[in-house]
């Protein structure tokens, strides 16, 4: 394996990039960004005063075996001083939020929480919880979310609590999204144990193993529940392309537009808008929808499934106001789709990360989720929304929700189009066929990135180290 080449340079393509580079079998790796900048979502502005914002993710979860995975890789980047975690213990970790009937309702939390009756929900989720081991499991492949949490925990909990999770995750709708593909944890629990709290008590099947390295031990030691960076999860993909452009072994190219991918004798030719690229093999971080329109035509059946997969665009408002404007603490509101359709949810930033804020004078940074599966419908085409009409919606939206009359002393409205894959049911089997036709036809090609295995920053790193080890072996 002489050269591998690396479509997209989001986090998925720097990880693989990343992964590739620790395998002495890889002489040369050429990672192509069709923008101006690395990283992809991962995406922070700051200002001159000191203030971070974040466009994209603005928190990660250490847990489990693909958050150990990133935290050593935080770790060999020398990243691990610009840590800010975020413990279980925390007020944001402890409170969060639902705007439903229009209030705001604690979610509920320990013992005293889940034994009681708690607004907006109408009983106990003790008696849905003991219920729940008494429900027979289905037979089928895949079910919807929404589907699968009403017959097992009821309906109300699906339309109001898993409604709401589901679009602040994947600004999807639960009724559409593939439970084996969005929570494979809640599905294997039915599956091998015939109940998600007897999954969650006893396991539910093989867990992938990473050795903890001393970021990944501090975080557990600690109790982190998630964690940023202090200047920001920009910071992040940063040292990675400075981590790749030291290794001397990878060519990073900006700006650099893939149109068309054949195959060679030795692999592919990659066509840019200024040249060849020659590849033993390529792995596409690219979306879905833009890997599909660079193929070539002996490609067809996958070129298909590849469009199959859709995405959904999604608006961020970061809003920055005077004072301490809260009147409760707190990780933040989501809102269910019956309340709002085209409000997700509202982040209360400076809370978990305060350290964010300008260090001069008390602020509240916030940051407004609108449109996901619900922006055409509420917003129209993403080309003929403004940032003027998308400001006032978020604006407004923290009047009404969070009782704020003040205007924000500072505002960055960011439209950001197909940026969440949505797993629709049977997802997997997409997936599978997908690549079942790549190994099929024998094609050098390695599918990775947030549209197959899973859209957190955690999943599409892990998805980076599996391409690589699948095609190289274990190289970390």
Avoid at 60 to 72: E, F, H, K, M, Q
Avoid at 75 to 95: K, M, Q, T
Avoid at 157 to 184: E, N, Q, T
Wanted: proline letters at 5%; hydrophobic letters at 40%; glycine letters at 10%.
């Amino acid at each position: 394996m002489r050269t591998v080449a690396v479509l997209g340079g989001g986090i998925g393509g720097l990880a693989a990039s990343y992964y590739l580079c620790k395998s002495p079998q890889v002489t040369k790796v050429i990672l192509l960004e069709a923008s101006s900048r690395f990283g992809g979502w991962l995406w922070s502005t700051r200002r001159s005063d000191g203030a971070v914002f974040e466009h994209g993710p603005r928190g990660i979860r250490p847990a489990g075996a693909v958050g150990s995975n990133t935290l050593n890789m935080v770790d060999d980047l020398g990243l691990g001083e610009e840590i800010l975690p975020v413990s279980f213990s925390h007020v944001a970790s402890r409170n969060r939020y639902l705007y439903v009937n229009g209030q705001l309702h604690k979610m509920p939390s320990g013992i005293s929480g889940i034994v009681r009756t708690v607004p907006p929900f109408s009983r106990p989720l003790l008696l849905s919880v003991a219920a729940e081991i008494l429900v027979n499991k289905t037979k089928n492949d895949d079910e919807s979310v929404h589907s699968f949490v009403s017959r097992r925990l009821g309906k109300e909990l699906a339309d109001i609590a898993v409604d709401s999770l589901c679009r602040g995750v994947f600004a999807g709708d639960c009724r559409k999204l593939s439970v084996r593909s969005c929570f494979p944890v809640l599905y294997n629990a039915e599956q091998h144990r015939g109940s998600i709290v007897l999954g969650m008590l006893l396991g539910s099947g093989e867990a992938q193993v990473i050795t903890r390295g001393p970021l990944a031990k501090r975080s557990k030691k600690e109790s982190w529940a998630q964690w940023s960076l202090k200047r920001g999860m920009q910071s992040f993909p940063e040292a990675i392309a400075e981590y790749l452009q030291q290794s001397g072994r990878v060519q990073l190219h900006k700006e650099a537009v893939v149109k068309q991918i054949d195959p060679s004798a030795s692999g592919w030719q990659v066509h840019l808008e200024d040249g060849v690229i020659a590849a033993d093999h390529i792995i596409s971080a690219l979306p879905a929808k833009a890997l599909s329109s660079v193929l070539p035509r002996s490609c067809q059946p996958l070129t298909q499934q590849l469009q199959d997969i859709s995405s959904v665009t999604v608006a961020v408002v970061n809003l920055e106001y005077d004072g301490s404007i809260l009147p409760v603490m707190g990780f933040g509101h989501l809102v269910p789709s019956s309340e709002d359709r085209g409000l997700l949810g509202v982040v209360y930033d400076s809370v978990p990360f305060p350290q964010h804020n300008r260090p001069d004078g008390q602020t509240t940074r916030l940051t407004v989720m609108m449109g996901g599966a619900w922006f055409q419908e509420e917003f129209g085409v993403p080309e003929a929304a403004t940032a003027e009409h998308l400001l006032s919606r978020a604006t407004e939206a923290v009047r009404c929700h969070l009782g704020v009359t003040a205007a924000p002393s500072w505002s960055r409205v960011i439209l950001h189009r197909d940026c969440i894959p949505q797993y629709y049911e049977g997802h997997f089997q997409r997936v599978e066929s997908m690549r079942g036709f790549i190994k099929n036809n024998n094609l050098a090609l390695s599918l990775t990135g947030s549209c197959y295995d899973g859209v957190s920053v955690n999943d599409v790193i892990f998805s980076g180290r599996t391409a690589v080890e699948e095609l190289l072996g274990t190289v970390v």
